[in-house]
């Protein structure tokens, strides 16, 4: 399995609370994504980065905040939580090399109450 | 807007059944293709892909899938489904940019009976 861990891996807390989840990889890859996955609606992206310092917008980027100083490293960061909020968030990796598919974490469990 | 269409929802087999998940893409340029597979608890694991060439991909686990260009399709297909299959399923496809942003299907859900 590709080297991602996710921390933590299950998470409670109230509203309007921040929250950063975290992604580290040991593979060196450029690329990384988050997404949530929610029942009926698969995985959607949410930021991703194409290297350090270098980030953008998914398809549901609207109150999540990202940052990538490290090239191991990539930051989710909620600044105030809500309950629509409340997810299952998986992180992935992929390498600069075109033919290289997307590798998942194990994902964080999000409940916020 | 991109968008991945998968049509079964849920679909419950017997084992030795043999077993098609539908998958349709909206985008008209180049694209490459997934199927991803996720067991109870686990993480995304890859199937299979396709990026050019044979439209016709083996993956792990006996799986394949067809790659119909003229009717943007890529179903995903076994012979003989096991128990161990049971699991959800997700399609997805990327077009073609450097960026590999991944547009997900909502995910079949697969329950094989032994």
């Known amino acids: 399995d590709a080297g991602i861990t996710q921390s933590p891996r299950h998470k409670v807390t109230e509203t309007g609370t921040p929250v950063t989840l975290r992604c580290h990889q040991t593979?060196?890859?450029?690329?990384m994504y988050w997404y949530r996955q929610d029942p009926g609606h698969g995985l959607r992206l949410i930021h991703y980065?194409?290297?350090?310092?270098?980030?953008d917008k998914g398809e549901v980027s609207d109150g999540y905040s990202v940052s990538r100083s490290k090239t191991e490293d990539f930051l989710l960061t909620l600044e105030s939580a809500t309950s629509s909020q409340t997810s299952v968030y998986f992180c992935?990796?992929?390498?600069?090399?075109?033919?290289?598919?997307?590798?998942f974490g194990d994902g964080t469990r999000l409940s916020i109450l | 807007a991109q968008s991945v269409s998968q049509h079964n929802h849920h679909v419950i087999l017997s084992e030795a059944a043999s077993l098609e998940l539908g998958c349709n893409y909206s985008?008209?340029?180049?694209?490459?293709l997934f199927w991803y597979v996720q067991y109870p608890g686990q993480h995304l694991q890859l199937l299979l892909k396709?990026?050019?060439?044979?439209?016709l991909v083996k993956g792990i686990k006996g799986f394949e899938a067809e790659f119909i260009k003229s009717k943007f399709s890529f179903n995903l297909r076994k012979p003989s489904v096991q128990w161990s299959d049971t699991a959800e399923y997700f399609c997805?496809?990327?077009?073609?940019?450097?960026?590999?942003?991944?547009?997900f299907g909502r995910g079949t859900q697969l329950t094989v009976w032994p």
């Open positions: 992935a990796i992929s390498g600069t090399d075109r033919n290289q598919p997307q590798h």
């Open positions: 593979e060196n890859h450029r690329y």
């Open positions: 980065s194409y290297g350090v310092k270098d980030t």
């Open positions: 985008y008209g340029g180049t694209v490459n």
């Open positions: 396709y990026f050019s060439g044979d439209p």
């Open positions: 997805a496809v990327d077009r073609g940019s450097t960026l590999g942003r991944l547009y």
